[in-house]
């Protein structure tokens, strides 16, 4: 079936350093991509979306771009502020959305 | 911004007790879902709901499980008979949309703990 695999934390960086969080995906089709965000205390939230090939979802200064040929939707961002703290959720699309297992990221002041 | 609530956010039971997790979804929304997120582990879905009934459920909804709308407002989610291995975050969702799931709107979880 369709799943998603992204990359184990958790991962502490500093203020101002560029964050890349891995996430590869296996589909039978053409799924949209998606990466929800928790904060501290609060539900998960749509962060980006991506819904075919070579599409770059972006929102908040993060980016992600669904890659087709190495089937990956990494997100990136390129100077983090400490309220990116939250664990960080990739998700596609087959009628129900499936989840990878979560990264936590701390940023550092 | 409307949300979507969930009631308690920490539930703790003893092993063979019934446990009652409580949502109130985004009130024009007619879809509604229960995901559940052990530790360490994915984010899993169990259960949609349209209608008044079932649309789709998982493996993991098996009879100890059930979802109901008594009142048109709340939506909740019974174990009947927790186990240990019910012991997961559990998060309601709602959406206005089937036909584009990424419009879910999540509440902020209720952690159960079976003791």
């Known amino acids: 079936g369709n799943s998603v695999t992204q990359m184990e934390g958790p991962v502490t960086l500093s203020e101002e350093a560029f964050l890349t969080i891995n996430c590869t995906y296996t589909?039978?089709?053409?799924?949209?991509l998606f990466w929800y965000v928790q904060y501290p205390g609060e539900g998960l939230q749509l962060l980006l979306k991506?819904?075919?090939?070579?599409d770059k979802g972006s929102n908040k200064g993060f980016e992600a771009t669904y890659r087709k040929e190495t089937t990956s939707f990494h997100l990136e961002k390129g100077s983090v502020q400490v309220s990116d703290s939250a664990v960080y959720f990739c998700?596609?699309?087959?009628?129900?959305?499936?989840f990878g297992a979560g990264t936590t990221v701390t940023v550092r002041a | 911004e409307p949300e979507v609530t969930q009631t308690p956010s920490h539930q703790v039971t003893q092993m063979g007790q019934e446990v009652i997790l409580r949502c109130v979804p985004i009130?024009?929304?007619?879809?509604f879902y229960w995901y559940r997120q052990i530790l360490g582990q994915k984010v899993e879905f169990l259960v949609s709901?349209?209608?008044?009934?079932?649309?789709?459920k998982s493996e993991i909804f098996d009879d100890q499980f059930s979802v109901e709308r008594p009142d048109g407002s709340n939506f909740t989610l019974k174990i009947r008979s927790t186990k240990l291995e019910d012991s997961a975050m559990y998060f309601c969702?709602?959406?206005?949309?089937?036909?584009?799931?990424?419009?879910?709107?999540f509440g902020s979880g209720t952690q159960l703990s079976v003791l």
């Open positions: 969702a709602s959406s206005g949309d089937q036909t584009t799931n990424e419009k879910l709107f």
């Open positions: 991506a819904t075919k090939a070579d």
């Open positions: 998700a596609l699309n087959d009628y129900k959305l499936s």
């Open positions: 589909a039978t089709g053409y799924p949209s």
């Open positions: 709901f349209y209608n008044n009934e079932i649309s789709e």
């Open positions: 009130s024009n929304h007619l879809y």
